[in-house]
């Protein structure tokens, strides 16, 4: 009797556990998904999130890129981090955007592995090999105290940031952009020829009108609020989709039913392993 039950709690399992045959994928990346780490790989990896630490692994492993979260020195610097504040995760405090980076040179996360700095996102693209084989989006963090009548100067000094890192590594197809539309807006104004993704929205109503206001590449959209339809109406008006909100399993394959262009994930390694694009020789550390 026990082996009965057994097997028949074997075939249940199996009989719940799907394969990225079990879906019909329908998007405008030719039928695909691209995989991109969530600031990394993600907010449970033992490293803190957007690091050459972070980074460097979700790449080896097998994703075809990763989001980063992008702030703005004072001095025009790029810098990768997600917070207002230094305070809570580094032994700086303060706003990025309130300092030059020889002021932030020193800045160390809080993190059980030492000496993992907050660092430029020039010192990260020197630092992989084979870097044009990757893609990555920009979450840029805004300064959210720019006085109203200094905002378009504001707006286009960052987007122009954007533009210089990009043309040195000659990533400008590879790098996607994330903003409102009060910042992107700006991005044909100053020549800017990366992708653009209207995010910040919580609507796909409001993104798609956005987006068709820009012309721009496609919408960045958290999964929690977006449904399968919603993907399909932004498809139709011919707009790409990123999502995020991928931090189980089970989110992640809810993600893949919806059909995006592009994931961003927090488990990035279950999620390359159903596509088949695991690297497995690859030692995390």
């Known amino acids: 009797m026990k082996s009965q039950y057994t097997l028949w709690l074997i075939l249940l399992l199996l009989s719940c556990k799907k394969d990225l045959s079990d879906y019909n994928i329908n998007n405008l990346n030719n039928n695909d998904i691209m995989i991109f780490g969530h600031a990394g790989m ?19 492993i097998g994703a075809d890129g990763c989001e980063i979260d992008v702030q703005m020195t004072k001095d025009s610097i790029l810098v990768m981090f997600h917070d207002d504040d230094m305070k809570l995760t580094t032994t ?76 040195k590594y000659n990533m400008t197809d590879n790098v996607f952009i994330e903003g409102n539309i009060n910042y992107l807006k700006y991005a044909s104004e100053v020549g800017l020829q990366n992708k653009l993704f209207i995010s910040g929205t919580g609507n796909m109503d409001e993104s798609i009108r956005n987006a068709k206001e820009i012309n721009s590449f496609g919408i960045g959209i958290s999964n929690y609020v977006t449904t399968a339809d919603d993907i399909n109406r932004a498809h139709a008006e011919g707009f790409w989709v990123m999502m995020w909100g991928g931090k189980t399993r089970a989110e992640n394959k809810e993600l893949i039913s919806k059909s995006p262009d592009i994931i961003q994930t927090d488990k990035p390694i279950p999620l390359l392993k159903m596509f088949d694009r695991f690297n497995s020789s690859y030692r995390i550390p």
């Open 42 to 60: 993600g907010s449970m990896y033992k490293h803190p999130s957007d690091t050459y630490e972070s980074v460097i692994p979700v790449l080896e």
């Open 92 to 167: 700086c405090e303060g706003n990025i955007y309130d300092y030059y980076w020889s002021e932030l040179g020193g800045c160390k996360f809080h993190a059980l592995a030492h000496n993992i700095y907050v660092i430029t996102v020039d010192n990260l693209f020197s630092r992989i090999s084979e870097l044009t084989k990757y893609h990555f989006s920009f979450d840029c963090k805004l300064n959210k105290n720019v006085p109203y009548e200094e905002l378009s100067a504001y707006y286009k000094k960052f987007l122009r940031a954007i533009q210089r890192l990009c043309e």
